[in-house]
């Protein structure tokens, strides 16, 4: 018993490290009301009190490292602002919650934590394989090993995040006391998750289905309406930048070398290597490849159109010649076919650049590493452009929080890092689908309404947009006057040239459309009706009820009492969501994480000179 205790300590120990170190984050960090053991160095503060900048730092740290493991992958630069922005609003969750704890004067005794370090482990330790019984966690091998010599050295630890937890759950037990359904509250809900409609629809949205050269735009309309809609055109800031791209786009040659490669291991394999060992050491399908290629077995159709061909002509046991596929070249052998399926395995050798192509592509990138990346001069760029023989390209306004486009390709990161960045400042290398990126910044558009004469052909189609859609209202009332005659709704839709969908059953709570006046007006309307035409900030829209599901009354009944237990419940979770939702809200927040944030660029040049450098 000793050893099966021992053998479960490591990943034990690696979970309650990670849930003591979250712990210890929201309790020595300054926003626990306790005054922090750090120092006052802030990104920011929550309700008045400071959050320490160390603490945040590591706490941001903690949590991309753990992303990493999970992921098995480096983070780029939107995944790790992604994770920054996560771990802040953890904090202000921590926060507010906090401070309702302390509002409150809630507290727990000794014997509660014992209690609940007993009965309620972490979910993350419920989840250790060491405490599960047949995929559920054994409240049993849980407590035996808590008992142990080795799970006693870590209740100390279990202690503060049971404290944690109790206090919480004693928040949301005072703020949801009250919740009680009655039996017609009941059955609503009863009804919204079992009640069922399907319809068809009908969609008259003015920019689709008015011609721009029915509603002429006059330069006075366009300048009133930006006059009156002032607010409406508020943009956030962005960023306007310039880059240099080494195109990393496959030609003929990686064809080749794709093909050649293929060719090659189709070989060894003949010559005697096994098909499972080449599959695990070449292919890049890693899903199969860890099986040796083996893709199980699958329906005909399932697969792109020249993979499934090649599965149902080749014969069996046989290794298939390079079969070219969107994805690169396969090597397939089928070791089963029976009617319309088969059982196959495979190698992916994808298109990739190779060769001489590659060599001249990481050579190019290498220069626009070296000459014009993470510099603080804005002369760079244009140094590596001439030296590159390439064009300097320029982005369009990219708003704060939005990714950049070139052409029809989004390059990730670019987005994140321009507002990090320094006026004149270039990136480091960012690789995209189609070419390796240095962008540099070039100037910072502040927020608010922009001149007209930089929008105005936005603002015209807003203009444009606004007269079609009063047109609309004309083609609902011809669609409404067709239907009155007799004709369906299909019918006087297609004749109109407006599209018409049919939904299959919905209930209230899973509907296919977000707006709540056309979920209401479908299940408010008897089988077989018609709407009138319903007006609403997307569009007009007609409906006809084509089957009505009604809830199922003498079920409810039966299982009311169990029912009622379970939508209880939901409503608690609501209440609390809302609730922690309001705190968050009404919380006064001062954000200046991004003051003591650096690019690779600004690092460097802040760092002091290495012994033996030229600096």
């Known amino acids: 018993m000793m050893q099966a205790f021992r053998n479960a300590a490591k990943p034990v120990v690696y ?331 495979h190698i992916l050798i994808p298109f990739e650049l190779a060769g001489a192509h590659r060599t001249q592509v990481d050579a190019a990138t290498d220069s626009l590493q070296r000459l014009g990346a993470a510099r603080l001069d804005p002369a760079a760029l244009d140094t590596v452009a001439r030296a590159l023989h390439l064009p300097v390209g320029h982005t369009g306004p990219v708003q704060e929080g939005s990714r950049v486009l070139v052409g029809t390709y989004v390059v990730p990161d670019a987005g994140v890092w321009a507002f990090q960045a320094k006026l004149g400042e270039t990136s480091d290398v960012i690789e995209g689908e189609a070419a390796e990126y240095v962008f540099r910044l070039d100037s910072i558009q502040p927020a608010g309404t922009p001149a007209l004469a930089q929008i105005r052909t936005g603002v015209s189609v807003v203009v444009r947009d606004s007269k079609k859609d009063e047109k609309a209202k004309a083609i609902a009332a011809d669609l409404e006057s067709r239907i009155a005659k007799g004709q369906s709704l299909a019918d006087a839709s297609k004749a109109l040239n407006l599209p018409n969908k049919t939904f299959p059953l919905f209930s209230r709570v899973t509907p296919p459309l977000t707006t709540p006046k056309l979920v209401g007006a479908a299940f408010g309307l008897p089988k077989g009706q018609v709407s009138t035409p319903i007006d609403t900030p997307d569009g007009i829209y007609v409906i006809q009820v084509l089957e009505h599901q009604m809830a199922d009354s003498a079920d409810f009944e039966k299982n009311k009492i169990r029912n009622r237990g379970d939508m209880i419940q939901s409503v608690k979770q609501d209440r609390v969501r809302t609730y922690v939702t309001a705190l968050r809200t009404d919380a006064k927040i001062v954000d200046d994480r991004n003051a003591l944030r650096k690019t690779n660029a600004e690092a460097e040049a802040a760092a002091p000179p290495q012994p033996g450098s030229s600096n």
Do not use: C
């Open 15 to 345: 979970v309650i490290t990670i849930t003591f170190l979250g712990w210890m984050i929201f309790n020595l960090s300054g926003i626990s009301g306790q005054g922090g053991l750090f120092t006052k160095t802030s990104v920011g503060s929550i309700n008045g009190t400071a959050v320490d900048a160390r603490v945040y730092q590591q706490a941001v740290q903690n949590a991309i490292t753990e992303r990493q493991r999970t992921t098995g992958t480096s983070l780029g630069l939107e995944d790790v602002e992604q994770v920054r922005n996560q771990v802040w609003e953890q904090f202000i969750q921590n926060a507010v919650i906090g401070d309702e704890i302390a509002k409150y004067h809630i507290g727990v005794t000794t014997d509660q934590v014992a209690d609940w370090i007993r009965n309620v482990p972490p979910q993350d330790l419920q989840a250790l394989p060491d405490f599960q019984t047949e995929g559920h966690f054994d409240l049993a091998k849980y407590q035996r090993w808590l008992a142990s010599p080795i799970g006693q050295q870590y209740i100390p630890m279990l202690e503060q995040q049971a404290r944690d937890d109790l206090l919480r759950t004693k928040l949301f037990t005072d703020i949801t006391s009250d919740i009680y359904l009655s039996d017609a509250a009941l059955w609503e809900r009863y009804r919204d998750v079992n009640e069922k409609v399907s319809m068809s629809l009908t969609a008259i949205i003015g920019r689709n289905a008015v011609p721009d050269s029915a509603v002429p735009v006059s330069d006075a309309e366009v300048e009133a309406y930006y006059r009156s809609h002032l607010k409406e055109f508020s943009r956030p800031r962005a960023a306007f930048m310039s880059f240099v791209a080494v195109p990393r786009l496959l030609d003929a040659s990686d064809s080749a070398a794709a093909l050649a490669r293929a060719e090659d291991l189709r070989e060894q394999i003949i010559g005697g290597l096994a098909f499972a060992d080449v599959a695990k050491r070449e292919s890049s399908d890693t899903t199969s490849a860890k099986n040796g290629g083996d893709l199980g077995t699958f329906a005909k159709g399932k697969m792109v159109a020249e993979f499934d061909k090649a599965v149902f002509s080749l014969p069996l046991n046989t290794v298939s010649e390079p079969v070219k596929t969107g994805f690169g070249y396969h090597l397939i052998e089928v070791t089963k076919r029976s009617g319309d399926s088969a059982t196959a395995r």
